[in-house]
């Protein structure tokens, strides 16, 4: 096998694909990081949310993760892509139409984790917090969300797995991440094979790393 | 905002066709590669837990790779990478016999195979170990204390996530529009394109999703009620 497109193209495909400098605005680490920082924020609050004893706060919360866990990402794509330019009437980047998608889809994901940690966190911690005289927000952030946090680091892990496997639809509306860095290159030297088998390779080698930092961090904490 | 909603442009012209069209097409796909997707989990997830190291290395390389690697980039390498490598004759085929329909089932089918694998791996080892040890003391061959003991128990507990599972093959059987399958999300799509009415195209698309989903979802917690093996799975406190 020819692999003389991978080495001559390299520097494209990993500094401007995966990592995000050069003459584009792309790279997927660029994407990945800021989504999945902000899609996590965004869900504490979902998931807190969805907790929420009041049923005006409760319901819009449980609604809005049905709706984004029954779409697929694709679409709401290009729904922010279609209605952010309508609502602010004037073009947006690629890259803040697709940061906006993942953190709003991602959200919902990240909510659902972020309820289940909250759950398993026994109920005798929380009443314990309330005798002590602690207000609910107090008991919340220095009680609870601590020991939940570490209850949801698996399925924390695989959620972020998942988005930065995702940020490869980023490139259905032109962004420059490692899957159009790829294509691109492809439009040129037409070598498909190599090169989508390369950046499989390339993906992989980052999602199997995370994966295994949270396998870790899992045996650290027992 | 400037925008002038047009409904009638979804039942109007060939919308609503193009529409029921996309539909069939996503129901095919996915159904297609669901049936490939659970063919090669219960083949993979199974073959991880025999006691024969070389059978659980080739299924567990399968997984790991497969899973963690976009789908989309599967879409690519199945529709681009793979038919130049094939014999002619079998590419002249392919390609008159919709070659990016294939691709597509070939991509989602072994990629979510891949992911079904883990969920059915997580089901026959939750069942204990003393029910293969009990079956093979009763006489039963590995090949018949796996078909009749540990897989029909097995299966039972896999639906639940396995339900799931399959409702993310049904989404993401959305990515096949960047191969051109002419699938719900392409439709969707077209329909924009051909009327310049987006708010209303994305509107209707991602109602049929919606209802698509929480139907099969309505339905699947019933059957998971009608074959929970008593006493085994406690559905109460769960969603």
């Known amino acids: 096998m020819e692999l003389s497109v991978i080495v001559n193209n390299w520097k494209f495909l990993i500094v401007q694909g995966l990592i995000g400098f050069g003459p584009f605005i792309g790279g997927t680490l660029r994407l990945a990081i800021p989504a999945i920082a902000l899609g996590f924020v965004l869900g504490i609050f979902i998931g807190l949310a969805r907790l929420a004893e009041a049923r005006w706060i409760r319901l819009p ?26 609502l602010l009437r004037l073009p947006i980047p690629e890259y803040g139409v697709a940061l906006t998608a993942f953190v709003i889809f991602e959200a919902a994901y990240f909510g659902e984790i972020v309820r289940a940690g909250v759950q398993s966190v026994s109920r005798g911690q929380v ?7 602690m207000t609910t927000t107090k008991t919340m ?7 939940a946090l570490k209850n949801m680091v698996p399925s924390l892990v695989t959620q972020m797995i998942v988005l930065f496997k995702d940020t490869s639809l980023a490139s259905i509306i032109g962004y420059v991440d490692l899957t159009k860095a790829a294509q691109i290159v492809n439009n040129r030297e037409i070598k498909p094979f190599q ?26 904490r027992v | 905002m400037t925008y002038t909603f047009n409904w009638s442009v979804l ?6 066709h193009w529409l029921l069209q996309g539909l069939l097409t996503t129901l095919q796909l996915s159904v297609l590669a669901w049936l490939l997707a659970i063919g090669l989990g219960i083949l993979s997830g199974a073959l991880r837990t025999v006691p024969f190291a070389p059978l659980r290395l080739a299924a567990i390389s399968y997984v790991e790779f497969f899973r963690n690697v976009p789908l989309l980039v599967w879409m690519f390498f199945w529709y681009f990478g793979v038919p130049p490598l094939l014999p002619r004759p079998v590419q002249d085929w392919l390609f008159d016999h919709s070659a990016e329909f294939w691709a597509a089932v070939v ?18 080892q939750s069942i204990p170990r003393t029910q293969f040890e009990a079956s093979v003391a009763i006489g039963l061959t590995t090949f018949q204390a796996y078909r009749l ?73 019933r059957v998971e009620r009608h074959y929970a093996i008593p006493g085994l799975i406690s559905r109460a406190g769960t969603g």
């Open chain 1, 141 to 147: 952030a220095y009680v609870v969300l601590p020991q």
């Open chain 2, 11 to 16: 039942w109007s012209g060939q919308s609503g």
């Open chain 2, 149 to 221: 003991i540990i897989l029909p128990v097995a299966l039972r507990l896999i639906v639940p996530p396995g339900t799931n599972e399959s409702l993310n093959l049904l989404k993401n059987s959305s990515v096949a529009l960047t191969i051109s399958v002419a699938e719900l999300t392409f439709q969707t799509r077209q329909i924009e394109t051909y009327t310049a009415k987006a708010i209303e195209a994305l509107t209707a698309g991602t109602l049929i999703y919606l209802v698509l989903c929480l139907s099969i979802a309505t339905i699947m917690a």
């Open chain 1, 195 to 220: 090169l989508y088998l390369f950046i499989a390779v390339v993906y992989w080698i980052c999602t199997y790393s995370m994966s295994r930092v949270a396998q870790r961090l899992e045996h650290r």
């Open chain 1, 127 to 133: 009443e314990a917090a309330t005798a002590l005289g």
């Open chain 1, 61 to 86: 919360a449980t609604a809005y993760v049905e709706f984004f866990r029954g779409v697929p990402l694709v679409m709401v794509i290009f729904w922010i892509w279609f209605i952010i330019p309508q």
């Open chain 2, 107 to 124: 991509a989602l089918g072994v990629y979510h195979g891949a992911r079904m694998s883990e969920v059915i791996r997580s089901g026959i």
